[in-house]
């Protein structure tokens, strides 16, 4: 085979050779909410796209009587399914105090998992949207907890309890 005739045989054989770069890419992380009823000591879980925590601590009033202002601790979730009814019950607050854990855990094992707990849960706000032909929903849902901790350490504890 002469020389000349190489070059073009080797450019085809790259070009139908596929190449895949290699790329650092970020772990994905599987997250899940499990919701427990202490009453009835019944719980669900549900898988969640997102998950996000605000914590306002107390601080001091600025009026005369120094008394402090409690602080609050909010969880907001993006749930990767539709409600069912005992969501729906939890929403409807027809049940008292709920507890839960959303537990993060990366698919490939490369991150330590990550476990928020809550007790005294109770429904701030909530939201469902319906879109496309295929029936599909968003829910968002927002509330309250009188604790929060996270991997163990106490992030919040409710004063008024």
Known sequence: MKISHFYPLLFLVLLCTQFTAVAQQESKRQINFKLTDPAIQTSHTYHLNNVTYIVSNAFPAQDESKQLREGSCSISLDLGQDMDPFLLKWIAGEM??????????????????????????????????????????????????????????????????
Request: charge should be positive; charged fraction near 15%.
């Open 96 to 161: 008292k105090n709920a507890t839960g854990v959303i537990t993060m855990v990366s698919a490939d094992g490369s991150k330590k998992t990550r476990n928020i707990a809550f007790t005294g849960g109770r429904p701030a706000g909530s939201s469902e949207s319906f879109y496309g032909s295929e029936v599909n929903s968003a829910v968002q849902i927002s509330f309250y907890v009188n604790t929060l901790s996270i991997d163990g350490t106490s992030i919040f504890k409710s004063t008024g309890n």
